[in-house]
């Protein structure tokens, strides 16, 4: 089964559009949490995610738009309500097996505190060996990983919205993971809401 992973949308539709483009056909969609951003709400990214029946779950920034600190935001007459509801019903971890693999989604931390950052190079991760999964997919820090853990596979598709992950140069990226083979491949892209000015290959 392939498998296309994406997180940190921000809001940015023509992000989440350039990375489906850039994974090709996918059998299954999952979304990693943090689809708004913060106090912003997207009715055209919740819309399409739904659209493709994508795997979603709740991030940091779903915890407070949708809590007593976006209520102002949340009650605006742009905001379509229907899509509200919809998001509200979607957790903040999710399990499935795929190909006979138990697969884990996070937004931040598999451990509490679950809004903890947990970067590629930081030891905390070996114990992921120990979690009860094959695959851990997270997000949040909007830095890339693909790393196995004793048994366990963590990937983190970095960010389809919002790029902060100097290593690609500050591009926008999603994943594919290949259920057959535990291959992930992953597509970086230049933001199409930015202006780029570079010089000597750095921005």
Known sequence: MRLGIVSDLHCNLAGLELALEQMGPLDQLWCAGDSVFQFRWSNEVVARLRELGARVILGNHEDTILGPDGIRAINSPKVDQELVAW?????????????????????????????????????VWAKAALLPCDVLIVGHTHYKMAQRFGSVLVINPGSAGDPRDHRNDFQLSCAVWES??????????????????????KL
């Open 180 to 201: 057959t083979t535990d291959e992930v491949t992953f597509f970086d892209f230049k933001d199409p809401t930015r202006n780029f000015v570079q010089s000597s290959g």
């Open 87 to 123: 998001m509200r019903q979607q957790p903040y971890r999710y399990e499935e097996e795929v190909d006979g693999k138990r697969i884990l989604m996070t937004h931040g931390s598999p451990w509490e505190p679950w809004k903890d950052y947990h970067y590629p190079h930081e030891a």
